[in-house]
């Protein structure tokens, strides 16, 4: 038996355009190049007023939108990724823009052997705590770690890791809650005949 898993639709989209998106800059020695435009884009789509409904407007057709989006952009992107830019809008996939700038960041950092991790404390770490735990995870991922780091006080103290879908939970809280569960486990024990 398989276990099949569901994923977006847009998801899936964005994963094979920023994949293919990839693969060319790749091979033109422009990886670096395209992730910058990109991320340009992507925040200019989010800051400039109007940017974003032109960019995704139906009542205006996808050539006359792609060629204007080309004479605006030329001279601040590379021809790759204004290229890239004129096939999403005449597909009608300028609104997956976003997502898929954050997949080809992803998919360029595990080509990299860089590892997405977020790790939550109870207070802020100074910066010798953050090479510390850097550190450790390096040596444990194999990898280089981007560390997203977040506060939760109701954390309590000791730390949460996510790596993707996978959580180390090395709190304090987490610890309270599994010897919470280990009493009660063997509580019901002893109750039962």
């Known amino acids: 038996m398989s276990l099949a898993v569901e994923q977006d639709p847009a998801t899936v989209l964005a994963d094979e ?6 693969e060319s800059a790749e091979a033109e020695g422009l990886a670096d190049t395209v992730a910058a435009d990109l991320s340009a884009l992507a925040e200019a789509v989010r800051r400039v007023p109007g940017v974003d409904a032109y960019w995704l407007s139906p009542l205006i057709p996808a050539d006359v939108r792609a060629g204007r ?9 590379s021809a790759l ?19 898929i700038g954050e997949r080809y960041e992803r998919l360029r950092d595990l080509r990299a052997g860089k590892v997405e991790v977020i790790v939550t404390t109870a207070v802020p770490l100074d910066e010798p705590m953050r090479r510390q735990v850097a550190s450790v995870l390096a040596e444990a991922l194999d990898a280089e770690p981007r560390m997203e780091l977040e506060v939760d006080p109701d954390v309590l103290g000791g730390m949460t890791v996510r790596i993707g879908d996978r959580v180390i939970d090395a709190s304090v809280a987490g610890a309270l809650d599994r010897l919470r569960a280990a009493m009660i486990r063997r509580g019901k024990e002893r109750l039962t005949p």
């Open 17 to 22: 355009y920023a994949r293919a998106l990839l």
């Open 69 to 77: 989006i080309g004479e605006a952009l030329a001279p601040l992107v």
């Open 81 to 99: 990724t204004l290229d890239f830019l004129r096939v999403l809008v005449r597909n009608g996939r300028g609104a997956l823009l976003g997502r």
